[in-house]
């Protein structure tokens, strides 16, 4: 079975319309789900870039694969993955036989890295990395963000958001596409035994908010409403948050105010439109499967590394909170020969799509058991798989059994600052070693605005009220903090956590 995964950077699951969004016209990706298993409840291991893509391609949580913060100089100290965390690629090709291609961002460190992971294909030119003076200025960065140096400036609400006069066919996300057709286009021309396992990794709908002038601006600030969440007041919540917020709009010691509903609106009209953009792009992807004669025997994947914030709470982009507007993410799994249009609610994350993709390239059949580990290729040092393989559950010849996604944050150029997250999608816990933490109720306050951590109030959780939701999911914080072996849970000290001076628990 071939694997083709196909994943956004900071792409919000509740702005595409097979999640129920009507705000953005994703059409490709809503039929594309509806030829899919559609999962509710995936989670990213970490709302970071490198270290979320990091964790997809070795399928093990930061505090595995040692990748805490984003690889970008000059503030981050964790400039690459560790030399030895073995990577799906690498055990795809040696144990799997397959042939393995990258087209897109990378950001798990350098280009060189990326040059050097393994990969039989990727968009690296030959010549790399003397690269052509005319070459795409993107092809030597590891992030392939649009800037507006590119080109012209058309329309612009500000220098990171607007349209610009560069030609579609040399826009990031177009060009990641275009490699992955023409891999898929070869692969059905020149058909072997091998099977293929490719990544087409679109750099949006990350900021810059920047589309080609030809492709244009789709939306109208007029019909986009503020967030729900927008001026969330942060009242029992973590002391960081407030601080994080103050930092978004202040620099060099100058306070700036806030960007008002109507400016953020019209910003966010062309995040709509950079996202319509990806839409057409897994459209034409999907397209060349199905004209290749591939699409009936390919794995199709396709998520995000993490999700943006874009105003909620009063934050852009991603940072020190764990928010469902970051760590939720969407997933799409279409299995070869299995009923489409499911919806699934099981609590998963990103390390199980890392194990369902080994699964896959194995066999994936009942009578092929799903890889726990992969092995790095020089040493052949098995090193265990955080996730677990989804195709078990999905033909039914098992049951989910993982109560909760498990999510953490280790600081980035904001600071260290040490989190640790469990959530089923109906209560989310929150522990924060060095701060207070946050419990919510997801069905009654979808949008994390009451922490009720430190509330007294009785009732759910049968006759337990609040105390009882507390232990049960601190219980499954500290089971799945011992499985993946993180030793931060060591740290924690209930008459510590339970703060008496915010109201006592205990």
């Known amino acids: 079975m071939n694997v083709l995964v196909m994943f956004c950077d900071q792409l919000r699951r509740d702005l595409l319309g097979c999640y129920g969004s009507e705000l953005v016209r994703t059409p490709h990706l809503d039929a594309l789900a509806a030829d899919s298993v559609v999962f509710d409840r995936c989670y990213t291991p970490i709302a970071i870039c490198s270290p979320a893509r990091a964790s997809l391609m070795t399928g093990q949580y930061p505090h595995g694969h040692h990748m805490y913060t984003n690889s970008t100089p000059p503030y981050s100290y964790c ?10 690629q690498q055990w795809a090709s040696r144990d799997a036989g397959a042939t393995t291609a990258y087209y897109g961002k990378w950001h798990i460190g350098t280009v060189d ?14 010549e790399w990395p003397d690269l052509a003076a005319d070459a795409l200025p993107f092809l030597s ?12 400036p ?25 490699h992955t057709i023409d ?14 396992l490719a990544f087409c990794a679109f750099p949006g709908p990350h900021g810059p908010w920047l589309v080609p002038e030809e492709f244009g601006r789709r939306y109208e600030a007029k019909d986009i409403p503020p967030w729900p969440n927008r001026d969330d007041s942060f009242a029992s919540k973590p002391l960081n948050q407030r601080k994080l917020q103050h930092m978004e709009f202040s620099e060099g010691g ?12 019209e910003r966010l009209a062309y995040n709509f439109s950079y996202i319509e953009l990806i839409d057409e792009q897994v459209g034409r992807v999907v397209a060349e499967l199905k004209r290749s004669g591939l699409y009936d025997d390919t794995l199709l994947v396709f998520t995000a590394d ?11 982009s991603k940072g020190g909170y764990m928010y469902d507007e970051i760590y939720r993410i969407p997933l799409l799994v279409r299995v070869p020969g299995e009923a489409p249009g499911r919806r699934e609610r099981e609590p998963v994350t990103l390390t199980d799509v890392t194990a369902t993709v080994a699964h896959a390239l194995a066999g994936g059949g009942a009578d092929t058991p799903p890889p726990s580990s992969l092995a790095e290729v020089e040493r052949a040092e098995a090193e265990p798989l955080h996730g677990e393989s989804l195709l078990p559950a999905l033909r039914g010849e098992a049951v989910w059994e993982r109560a909760v996604a498990y999510c953490e944050y280790h600081g980035d150029w904001y600071g260290h600052y040490s989190s640790r997250m469990v959530t089923d999608g109906d209560w989310k816990l929150v522990w924060n070693l060095t701060d207070l933490s946050e419990l919510y109720n997801l069905n009654e306050d979808p949008h994390e605005l009451t922490n009720l951590f430190y509330s007294r109030a009785s ?34 000290q209930a008459e510590l956590t339970f703060d008496p001076r915010r109201g006592g628990i205990d």
């Open 459 to 492: 009732g759910s959780e049968a006759s337990g009220g609040l105390a009882a939701v507390r232990e049960r999911y601190f219980g499954l914080l500290m089971a799945e903090a011992a499985r993946t072996h993180d030793g931060q849970l060591a740290l924690r």
């Open 306 to 316: 993490h999700g943006d914030m874009a105003g909620s709470h009063g934050f852009v």
């Open 154 to 178: 058309m329309e612009s609400a500000d220098p990171n958001t607007g349209t610009f006069a560069l030609p579609m066919e040399r826009f990031p996300d177009v060009v990641a596409a275009a």
């Open 141 to 152: 960065d590891t992030q392939w963000h649009p800037q507006a140096e590119w080109a012209p």
């Open 113 to 126: 890295d990326l040059a050097a992971a393994g990969f039989d294909h990727t968009h690296l030119p030959p």
């Open 254 to 265: 100058i306070t700036y105010p806030r960007l008002s509903a109507a400016e953020e609106a």
């Open 79 to 88: 400039r690459h993955l560790r030399a030895d965390a073995p990577m799906i």
């Open 183 to 196: 891999f898929l286009s070869d692969r059905a021309a020149a058909p072997g035994d091998r099977p293929f």
